[in-house]
DNA sequence: TAGTGGTCTAGACCACCTG
DNA sequence: AGGTGGTCTAGACCACTAG
């Protein structure tokens, strides 16, 4: 059967979803080979490989060679967020940042946080501020090893959240997701009860195989994080 | 200057990232076109165009026709979330699954939930279990209209969460992430205390424009979600 | 070892959008 | 209006791996 293949390889990728969903492609089910498929649809190989691979990013498909394509036994729900600033995020929500510096200390090897690296640490917590609001408590250690200029920094107008991710490259990092009830130093800062329920980033960041700052998030209550689900 | 061009498209990005990284291309930079860049390297436009591709898919640059491809001014953290089914997940963790049916309801129009839809909606509340501890609290409504084939089953012995996912396909859906200090009828049935900090998982899927189903998703404490940053 | 997806090429046309 | 990315093609070679 032919596809209403009107512009593109998404018309494709629509009537590969067509078919899975029709369960003419049940989960599990081998479906054809891209040469196959290409003659069915009427293009080149090439467009139906474009399609398919986009599936396969989106979880909907698995791909292996020799063994073919198949629909996805147990699919997952697959996202992708976005942690934008927290500069941009409060002033894309229509509200006046603020920022305000809490602490700024240089510790030795024996820091306050659990920390891989034994080195010198700079330690700054701030706040966030929304409209005025408490929005966001920044708990952040820097490693002076491996970002010395940071030690010239007083962090005081600018935060380091900004500074570190304008003047210092990271390669990859590791970025988890929490509830935590709120702790005496927390909820003091954030002005709310303590053991109120508080969604935490805890983000650690790396260039190469060094880290170059750990950070944890604690945001105000209501705080909520939302994406779409779908190819 | 030409990179080392060893194996593919893979080298092409390699060789941008280093001049992001090393600031040759500095944040908001305007690199050079396709044309030039494949030129530059010793391989095809369309190569250029892949690696090219999947830099702007990781959120690293911005492509604009006619603009031109440039360095995004101020990156976010973009990561990949796979939210896994329960039983996947526990079992991944090497422990056995349980899972404990609550509750199993027919409500009217005014059903607990703010759901947009007024249709009869299907209620069911239960109780997943990692090595016989509670694990997840699932408080979910399934659309009857959308799903009539779910007043039909009994939802005890089959999850309510994995027979949709078997027999219930959905076109896109909806997903939010909170922390909420657990209320009375949720501590109760993840035999916490009241107030402690959860982790929530608010899901909502469609089938085009119909609501399929609605779940809150409380994870008992400690509970975290990972994930990676970077291209 | 043979079949499948992964990738590359050289060229082409087009949609979009900035200047 | 012209430059840029988006996409398609027809063919080719290669890497991987299941049987």
């Known amino acids: 059967m032919k596809a209403a293949h009107s512009i593109g390889w998404q018309s494709i990728q629509s009537e590969v979803l067509r078919r899975i969903h ?80 809490l602490l700024h200390a240089t510790d030795g090897p024996n820091h306050g946080m659990d920390l891989p690296f034994r080195d010198t640490a700079l330690h700054v917590q701030a706040l966030h501020l929304a409209d005025m609001k408490a929005y966001v408590f920044e708990d952040r250690w820097i490693n002076l090893s491996a970002v010395p200029k940071a030690s010239e920094q007083s962090f005081d107008a600018l935060s380091a959240n900004e500074w570190l991710i304008q003047y210092v490259p990271f390669t990859h990092g590791e970025i988890a997701f929490s509830a935590q009830n709120a702790d005496a130093e927390t909820a003091k800062a954030l002005g709310v009860d303590i053991d109120t329920a508080l969604f935490v980033i805890d983000r650690t960041t790396f260039d190469q195989d060094q880290i170059v700052t750990q950070v944890r998030l604690s945001y105000g209550p209501g705080y909520k994080i939302t994406a779409q689900i779908g190819p």
């Open 22 to 101: 029709a369960r003419e492609w049940p989960p599990g089910h081998v479906i054809p080979n891209e040469i196959d498929l290409a003659k069915d649809f009427g293009c080149a190989r090439a467009t139906v490989n474009r399609a398919l691979q986009s599936l396969a990013d989106s979880g909907v498909l698995e791909r292996r060679r020799k063994a073919g394509t198949r629909v996805v036994l147990h699919p997952v729900s697959r996202t992708t967020l976005d942690i934008p600033i927290l500069r941009q995020e409060i002033e894309a929500a229509g509200k006046t940042y603020d920022y305000r510096l």
